[in-house]
């Protein structure tokens, strides 16, 4: 089973910017799309990017121009580019693919 270790989170400043890294181990990983979760405190996890195996994207309209989804198969790795954050964007994100388990994702604040 392919397994995918989340990183790169952290405080931030409102206005700030992260990028998120998820590397997978194991074969195939290019063939899946890849997929960037977050959840909140007391809120379901929701899908907020997405990235098919060619490369096409698709984001939740509350981070549509902020956020860049992205992949590197030759490194078995997705990135997540997050640009003029906001508190609300705080949460616990995770990366996901279809045959993968859910990890521990990596925890982004967004606080003054």
């Known amino acids: 089973q392919l397994q995918l270790v989340e990183s790169g989170g952290g405080l931030v400043q409102p206005g700030g910017s992260l990028r998120l890294s998820c590397v997978g181990s194991?074969?195939?990983?290019?063939?899946?799309?890849m997929y960037w979760y977050r959840q909140a405190p007391g809120k379901q996890r929701e899908l907020v990017a997405a990235?098919?195996?060619?490369?096409?994207?698709n984001y939740t309209d509350s981070v549509k121009g902020r956020f860049t989804i992205s992949r590197d198969n030759a490194k078995n790795t997705a990135y997540l580019q997050m640009n003029s954050l906001k508190p609300e964007d705080t949460a616990v994100y995770y990366c996901?693919?279809?045959?993968?388990?859910w990890g521990q994702g990596t925890q982004v604040t967004v606080s003054s």
């Open positions: 990235i098919t195996s060619g490369g096409s994207t």
């Open positions: 996901k693919n279809r045959v993968s388990s």
């Open positions: 194991g074969s195939f990983f290019s063939i899946y799309a």
